[in-house]
């Protein structure tokens, strides 16, 4: 029988709480259906299932702190349906001789009654309950389809009686920034011991990819103008073509590639903390893709409402702290992937073309890259790569 476990949503992770069920037992599911909520170091996460099947039983219950492997759910075939009592056989034909006289029946069992459907909470107002420490099943709902929203979690944390003495307080937001910290490091930390880095660094000319972004978003309205960031994405995704040792996973002891370009990227969180979802297939991605998929991610990360997927399916990580004023940035590899991206702010600079002297816009960009997947040399040539194409930046 097909068992559900609770995956490994980083490399950072040993465990998570398992805090919702959105599938009751009966229920025929689909690969990709997000089928629970979990909370880890890193916030709440929606968890989803990788095969077709019909829920069978629902092992872990709300509010467990489950290791990671461990079953959360079992499931049987598409075709198959949750187990329960027995059908009855069907009966026989009469005998010719007389029967015995019958056996009274015995009463049949009391069959369970089903389990309550999960209530509809906003991750936001879950996280704010959390703090508060306020009782989630004694919340009046008042958003679309009985969703808990945080109006109504405010609103119950004012009527509630104070608490007992002797119940524990709710983590503090400090607390879990803390654990995130820690978990952060304890990843980073196993990278550096663990992965042969090599770093390679080059500055690009992007004045003739920004004349290009400037001239693009004069013809959009406000809401669909493009950041450079993704058209550095799209760079990024085209170079990984060329130079594929720098796009999959070091597990087992060898260098898997992936099929696809998964890039992670790196998003600050606005109460601390960083975490890294991937957009998905940006290989096939054009620019204006890749910034709705970005502004997407950066609202659900900030929502809490990333998807295990995201978290898990990154090939490659690209890093930008421009925006925080930073010129060049070497980063940390996250296992099992092997190279991280990093990009600067833009700046001015010098910059001799066709022997004049000109003042031009460029950035520092960085990788930073697993030794036992490629060489120097490789990674040189993504960098060029890289440089190549975004001096051509219609073509992106």
């Not at 170091?41 to 099947?53: F, P, R, S, T």
């Not at 009463?107 to 420490?133: H, Q, T, Y």
């Not at 992936?258 to 297939?281: E, F, K, T």
């Amino acid at each position: 029988m097909p068992e559900f476990r609770m995956p490994s949503l980083g490399a950072d992770m040993e465990s998570g709480t398992l805090v919702e069920w959105l599938v009751e037992p009966g229920q025929r599911v689909k690969r990709g259906q997000v089928v629970a909520v979990v909370e880890t170091q890193k916030g709440a996460v929606e968890v989803e299932i990788w095969e077709d099947g019909v829920v069978d039983q629902l092992v872990t219950q709300p509010g467990t702190k489950v290791p990671v492997g461990e079953v959360l759910a079992t499931l049987v075939g598409p075709g198959g349906a949750p187990s329960g009592p027995v059908a009855p056989a069907a009966k026989p034909a009469a005998p010719a001789v007389a029967p015995p006289p019958a056996v009274p029946p015995r009463a049949p069992a009391a069959a369970p009654s089903a389990p309550p459907s999960p209530r509809k909470v906003s991750p936001a107002a879950r996280r704010l309950a959390s703090e508060l420490g306020v009782d989630l099943e004694r919340v009046e709902a008042t958003g679309p389809d009985g969703a808990i929203q945080i109006a109504d979690v405010e609103r119950a944390a004012k009527k509630r009686a104070p608490a007992p003495a002797a119940r524990s307080p709710a983590p503090t937001p400090s607390d879990k920034q803390e654990a995130m910290r820690q978990a952060i490091a304890a990843a980073m930390a196993k990278s550096k011991r663990e992965i042969p880095h090599y770093y390679v660094g080059t500055t690009i000319c992007v004045e003739r990819a920004l004349q290009w972004l400037t001239a693009e978003n004069a013809q959009r309205s406000v809401k669909e103008r493009i950041l450079f960031a993704a058209v550095l994405l799209r760079a990024v995704a085209l170079a990984l073509r060329e130079v594929p040792e720098l796009n999959g996973f070091w597990t087992d002891g060898r260098f898997r590639p992936a099929q696809a370009v998964h890039l992670a990227v790196g998003l600050a969180l606005r109460g601390g903390g960083l975490i890294s979802p991937a957009i998905h297939d940006a290989q096939d991605k054009r620019v204006p893709e890749l910034m709705a998929a970005l502004g997407d991610l950066i609202q659900r990360a900030r929502a809490g409402t990333v998807r295990s997927s995201e978290l898990t399916d990154g090939t490659v990580t690209v890093t930008n702290l421009g925006e925080q004023g930073v010129e060049t940035v070497y980063g940390v590899i996250y296992p099992p992937q092997v190279a991280l991206i990093g990009f600067g702010k833009v700046v001015e600079r010098p910059w001799v073309e066709n022997g004049g002297l000109y003042v031009r816009r460029v950035v520092n960009a960085t990788l930073s890259a697993d030794h036992r997947a490629s060489v120097g040399h490789r990674g040189a040539l993504f960098l060029a790569a890289l440089d190549r194409l975004l001096q051509e930046p219609e073509n992106l």
